[in-house]
C-alpha cells in the first residue's frame, strides 16, 4: 500500500460532490477553517449545484471529480456531502491522473466506494474523514476535527475507546480497511469490493433496520469478509431501527453473534461515522489494535 504525501502550508485541498447536494452556505465555513490552518482551497463547480436528490447531473458531478483528481495541483480532495451518487460514477472515472499525483481523497459514508476501490484497484490509502458540514467555527478546535489535520500532515494518530460487554480481548496488526456497511455490501462482486483478507476492517451505518443489518452482516459473511480478518473495529451505529414486531437482538448482539466463531479482537464504541464527533481513520495503512479491559486502542503504525 502507498499513500498521497502529506500536507504543508500552502497544499492545495479541492472540494467537490459527487453524490448529494449541498449548499455554498454549508461548504463556506469548511473553506474558512481550511485556509486558517494555512491551506489553498480549490472549490469545484458542484458545490452548490443541484439536481433534484444529486449535486448535479451524473455527467456533471463526473467532470468536476475528474478534474479534481487530474489537477496536478490539487493535493487532497475533500467530499462535499455522502448521501449517494458515487457508484453512479466510480466506473467512468479515469486515475491516471491520481496514479501519476496521489492526492488524500476525503470522505465517509457514500465516499466507502472510492476508498475501496482505491485501495482495491490501486494500493492506494486515503481518509475516512468529516466532510464539509463538519467544519465550523465552533468545531475547528475540537479533537476529532484537529484530528483530521494530523491526518493530513502526518502527525501522530491514536484513539482509545470506551469499553463495551461485547469486546473481544486480543492485540492484533493489520491494513486498515472498510467504512460504511451498506456500501460494503453494495461492493461486493464489483472491481470496487472491500479486500478484508488478513486486514482490520471498520464499520459503521446509519439509519438502517435491525433485519437489514443482520441481512448485510451475513451477505458479509457468505461472502468471505469476515473469515480472514485481523480484527473488527464497530464506530457508530446511528438511529437503529426496529419492526412492529421485534428483530429480538440489540444491534451489538448481531453483530457479534456473526463473529462469536473467530478468535480476532473486536471492538466496539469506536467514536468515527455519522455523528458529530466523528475521527479521521487512514484507510488502507497499518494500524495496531489492542482490545482489554480498558477499552479499545487503535494506533497508526508509519
Given at each position: 500500500?502507498?499513500?498521497?504525501?502529506?500536507?504543508?502550508?500552502?497544499?492545495?485541498?479541492?472540494?467537490?460532490?459527487?453524490?448529494?447536494?449541498?449548499?455554498?452556505?454549508?461548504?463556506?465555513?469548511?473553506?474558512?477553517?481550511?485556509?486558517?490552518?494555512?491551506?489553498?482551497?480549490?472549490t469545484?463547480?458542484?458545490?452548490?449545484?443541484?439536481?433534484?436528490?444529486?449535486?448535479?447531473?451524473?455527467?456533471?458531478?463526473?467532470?468536476?471529480?475528474?478534474d479534481?483528481l487530474?489537477?496536478?495541483?490539487?493535493?487532497?480532495?475533500?467530499?462535499?456531502?455522502?448521501?449517494?451518487?458515487?457508484?453512479?460514477?466510480i466506473?467512468?472515472?479515469?486515475?491516471?491522473?491520481?496514479?501519476?499525483?496521489?492526492?488524500?481523497?476525503?470522505?465517509?459514508?457514500?465516499?466507502?466506494?472510492?476508498?475501496?476501490?482505491?485501495q482495491?484497484?490501486?494500493?492506494m490509502a486515503?481518509l475516512?474523514?468529516?466532510m464539509c458540514?463538519?467544519?465550523?467555527s465552533?468545531?475547528?478546535?475540537?479533537?476529532?476535527?484537529?484530528?483530521?489535520?494530523?491526518?493530513?500532515?502526518?502527525?501522530?494518530?491514536?484513539?482509545?475507546?470506551?469499553?463495551?460487554?461485547?469486546n473481544?480481548a486480543?492485540?492484533?496488526?493489520?491494513?486498515?480497511?472498510?467504512?460504511?456497511?451498506?456500501?460494503?455490501?453494495?461492493?461486493?462482486?464489483?472491481?470496487?469490493?472491500?479486500?478484508?483478507?488478513?486486514?482490520?476492517?471498520?464499520?459503521?451505518?446509519?439509519?438502517?433496520?435491525?433485519?437489514?443489518?443482520?441481512?448485510?452482516?451475513?451477505?458479509?459473511?457468505?461472502?468471505?469478509k469476515l473469515?480472514h480478518?485481523?480484527?473488527?473495529?464497530?464506530?457508530?451505529?446511528?438511529?437503529?431501527?426496529?419492526t412492529?414486531?421485534?428483530?429480538?437482538?440489540?444491534?451489538?448482539?448481531?453483530?457479534?453473534?456473526?463473529?462469536?466463531?473467530?478468535?480476532?479482537?473486536?471492538?466496539?464504541?469506536?467514536?468515527?461515522?455519522?455523528?458529530?464527533?466523528?475521527?479521521?481513520?487512514s484507510?488502507?495503512?497499518?494500524?495496531?489494535l489492542?482490545?482489554?479491559?480498558?477499552?479499545?486502542?487503535?494506533?497508526?503504525i508509519?
Amino acid at each position: 500500500m502507498s499513500h498521497p504525501q502529506y500536507l504543508k502550508q500552502g497544499s492545495v485541498i479541492g472540494i467537490t460532490c459527487p453524490a448529494g447536494y449541498v449548499s455554498e452556505e454549508r461548504v463556506a465555513p469548511a473553506v474558512e477553517v481550511l485556509q486558517e490552518w494555512g491551506f489553498q482551497v480549490k472549490t469545484g463547480k458542484t458545490v452548490g449545484k443541484g439536481a433534484f436528490y444529486f449535486a448535479g447531473t451524473d455527467s456533471e458531478r463526473l467532470a468536476d471529480l475528474q478534474d479534481m483528481l487530474d489537477d496536478r495541483e490539487v493535493d487532497a480532495i475533500l467530499m462535499g456531502r455522502g448521501g449517494y451518487g458515487m457508484s453512479r460514477l466510480i466506473d467512468q472515472l479515469d486515475f491516471k491522473g491520481m496514479i501519476q499525483k496521489p492526492k488524500w481523497i476525503c470522505g465517509f459514508s457514500d465516499v466507502t466506494v472510492l476508498h475501496n476501490h482505491l485501495q482495491n484497484n490501486f494500493g492506494m490509502a486515503s481518509l475516512h474523514s468529516p466532510m464539509c458540514g463538519a467544519f465550523r467555527s465552533s468545531t475547528k478546535d475540537t479533537d476529532h476535527i484537529k484530528n483530521f489535520r494530523a491526518a493530513l500532515t502526518g502527525g501522530a494518530l491514536s484513539y482509545q475507546t470506551e469499553t463495551s460487554p461485547f469486546n473481544r480481548a486480543g492485540e492484533t496488526e493489520g491494513i486498515l480497511t472498510g467504512g460504511n456497511l451498506s456500501l460494503l455490501t453494495h461492493l461486493i462482486g464489483s472491481v470496487s469490493e472491500v479486500d478484508t483478507k488478513g486486514k482490520i476492517l471498520f464499520i459503521e451505518d446509519i439509519d438502517e433496520y435491525l433485519y437489514k443489518m443482520d441481512r448485510m452482516l451475513l451477505t458479509l459473511k457468505r461472502a468471505g469478509k469476515l473469515d480472514h480478518i485481523k480484527g473488527l473495529i464497530v464506530g457508530y451505529l446511528t438511529q437503529m431501527q426496529d419492526t412492529e414486531r421485534p428483530f429480538g437482538q440489540t444491534i451489538e448482539e448481531i453483530i457479534y453473534d456473526k463473529v462469536k466463531e473467530y478468535n480476532y479482537p473486536v471492538c466496539f464504541k469506536f467514536p468515527c461515522g455519522h455523528e458529530d464527533m466523528n475521527y479521521t481513520l487512514s484507510l488502507g495503512m497499518k494500524h495496531k489494535l489492542t482490545v482489554n479491559g480498558s477499552g479499545g486502542n487503535l494506533e497508526l503504525i508509519r
